[in-house]
T-cell receptor, first 115, second 114 residues
Framework: GAVVSQHPSWVICKSGTSVKIECRSLDFQATTMFWYRQFPKQSLMLMATSNEGSKATYEQGVEKDKFLINHASLTLSTLTVTSAHPEDSSFYIC???????????FGPGTRLTVT | GESVGLHLPTLSVQEGDNSIINCAYSNSASDYFIWYKQESGKGPQFIIDIRSNMDKRQGQRVTVLLNKTVKHLSLQIAATQPGDSAVYFCAENTQGSGRRALTFGSGTRLQVQP
């Protein structure tokens, strides 16, 4: 149980285009999901907390107009990278909060490369 | 600001030996700690967790030790295997703070030599 999927697993896009990444909790409902970004050989950095039915809470320094988050259902959160630039190339990982409120189940990540 | 960090960036051990990965945290209010394993190109995988009201917790081949006095956390892996090669992250959370996101340490790469 507690499986989280991400789609796509990798994507290559051209500079200036937008890319949508999906995060799904497959066998449980998640009111809260989290989006992290990870650069090579670095740790996970929280970008935003996504709450079902409400606006996401962004970490300091993360542009909310560039990284659009939508959490329209209890099993799906999406992250859209708008007007992508090469510096947005990274590994994007989502996690979903479990029923007990403290566990986090991570997705497999999405590798974004902007050319 | 508050942070969770690691002493050693890379640890190389022989297959069959025991591994110890260390983590220091600075937030004295942290009350929940987790160790994750991350293989290349994959998301973090839960290994074991511990609450601040405990100082030791054991799983299958893994043990987490928590020393709140010096704000130190360690992960012990018994009889390390090649499949244990990965980057290990500690993460912390303060359950009573209302902030539910995890703060991750910088990671330690474990290399198991056959």
């Amino acid at each position: 149980g507690a499986v989280v999927s991400q789609h796509p697993s990798w994507v290559i896009c051209k500079s200036g285009t937008s890319v949508k990444i999906e995060c799904r909790s497959l066998d449980f409902q998640a009111t809260t999901m989290f989006w992290y970004r990870q650069f090579p050989k670095q740790s996970l950095m929280l970008m935003a907390t996504s709450n079902e039915g409400s606006k996401a809470t962004y970490e300091q320094g993360v542009e909310k107009d560039k990284f659009l988050i939508n959490h329209a259902s209890l099993t799906l959160s999406t992250l859209t990278v708008t007007s992508a630039h090469p510096e947005d190339s990274s590994f994007y990982i989502c996690s979903a909060e479990g029923a007990r409120g403290y566990e986090q189940y991570f997705g497999p990540g999405t590798r974004l490369t902007v050319t | 600001g508050e942070s969770v960090g690691l002493h050693l960036p890379t640890l190389s051990v022989q297959e069959g030996d025991n591994s110890i990965i260390n983590c220091a945290y600075s937030n004295s209010a942290s009350d929940y700690f987790i160790w994750y394993k991350q293989e290349s190109g994959k998301g973090p995988q839960f290994i074991i967790d511990i609450r601040s009201n405990m100082d030791k917790r054991q799983g299958q081949r893994v043990t987490v030790l928590l020393n709140k006095t010096v704000k130190h956390l360690s992960l012990q892996i018994a009889a390390t295997q090649p499949g244990d090669s990965a980057v290990y992250f500690c993460a912390e959370n303060t359950q009573g703070s209302g902030r539910r996101a995890l703060t991750f340490g910088s990671g330690t790469r474990l290399q198991v030599q056959p």
